[in-house]
């Protein structure tokens, strides 16, 4: 039976901020139809969320067939996507990846709108997608203007370019279709930087992994974490409710609550987690960076959200959440 705020669905369900999303919607009064691949090992995570039994919907679902997503999306007031192809390898070509994630959102953004009751779309983009623009290279912060450069990304060489290409060009589709269908579908995009903090399933997820680099010494991370932005995964899952919720929502909001530097992150953990052998900042001067400019979150403090979590709730969470699950 439907709560009194309504249906709404939230693609990707076993990942690490939609899991997280479907909990605190469930929290929030709604009922929730979340959609998960048929060869995820384990959602049990997802049967047992609180208010779960009563009023959340799992159905099965896959990129590469986006028509058996309008199951979930039928009857829903609102669709959250989160979905998109994570293979960060080069096993398949760039086309290929692209071919899925878009023809997925454009099939799922399609049943949005064929089903009369979907009224916003909230699309989970990415940092990525603003990031690597050479034009904003100098600047000490950048918002929701900037765009990233095929071309300027290519010529950095850093694994995963196939992905950022891919969330980009998606992200452009999904305000493109808002755009031609006018009030029929307002879609909306959340852009976060790193996502950090505990998270819900037995894996730890690739943010939270990087986020964690200085602990767990993966030095393949450290370049991008010269000059970063972080948010809490609860900061985040609150934003997409947020811009679901305000009336006035629309195009693009940069979701990230604090800027770092690997100097002031090296010394934050090693004060705050001394069991821990955290490298110096003086041993970390030989890493070539890949500094990234302040993102501002402006927009979307004006609309009256507040970030709630720092550096101290994000590390406490991860690490708590590592230790509870055997990983650290």
């Avoid at 090992?41 to 609180?50: A, E, F, R």
């Avoid at 999904?174 to 269908?181: G, I, Q, V």
């Avoid at 009256?304 to 550096?311: D, S």
Wanted: net charge neutral; hydrophobic share 35%; glycine share 6%.
């Amino acid at each position: 039976m439907d709560s009194k705020k309504g249906r709404v669905c939230v693609t990707g369900g076993t990942g690490y901020v939609a899991s997280w999303l479907v909990m605190r919607l469930l929290q929030n009064g709604y009922s929730v139809n979340t959609t998960v691949r048929t060869d995820h090992p384990d959602i049990s995570y997802l049967k047992n969320l609180p208010n779960a039994p009563e009023r959340l919907q799992i159905f099965n679902a896959n990129l590469d067939k986006p028509e058996t997503f309008t199951p979930a999306v039928k009857d829903c007031v609102g669709v959250f996507h989160l979905a998109h192809p994570m293979e960060w390898n080069e096993n398949e070509t760039e086309e290929t990846k692209t071919k899925r994630a878009i023809g997925g959102l454009l099939g799922i953004l399609q049943a949005s709108l064929d089903s009369k009751t979907v009224k916003r779309f909230v699309y989970t983009s990415s940092a990525s997608t603003v990031i690597f623009n050479a034009s904003c290279k100098n600047l000490d912060t950048i918002d929701e203007e900037s765009w990233t450069d095929f071309d300027f990304l290519r010529s950095l060489g850093l694994k995963g370019a196939s992905y950022v290409i891919t969330k980009t060009l998606a992200e452009r589709t999904a305000l493109e279709f808002s755009e031609k269908n006018g009030s029929s579908l307002e879609v909306v995009t959340l852009v976060p930087p790193f996502i950090h903090g505990p998270f819900l399933g037995d894996r730890c997820p690739n943010s939270v992994k990087a986020s964690l680099a200085l602990i767990f010494g993966d030095e393949e991370y450290y370049k991008y974490f010269a000059r970063t932005s972080l948010v809490h995964v609860d900061d985040v899952a609150r934003a997409h409710i947020h811009v679901f919720e305000y009336p006035k929502a629309k195009g693009r909001y940069i979701c990230s609550a604090v800027g770092v530097t690997i100097d002031k992150l090296s010394e934050f953990l090693s004060t705050r987690y001394p069991e821990y052998r955290i490298p110096k900042p003086d041993s970390l001067k030989g890493i070539e960076p890949v500094e990234f400019s302040e993102l501002s979150s402006r927009k979307l403090m004006e609309t009256g959200f507040e970030f709630r979590c720092g550096l101290e709730e994000m590390f406490d969470g991860a690490i708590r959440s590592c230790k509870e699950k055997g990983l650290l």
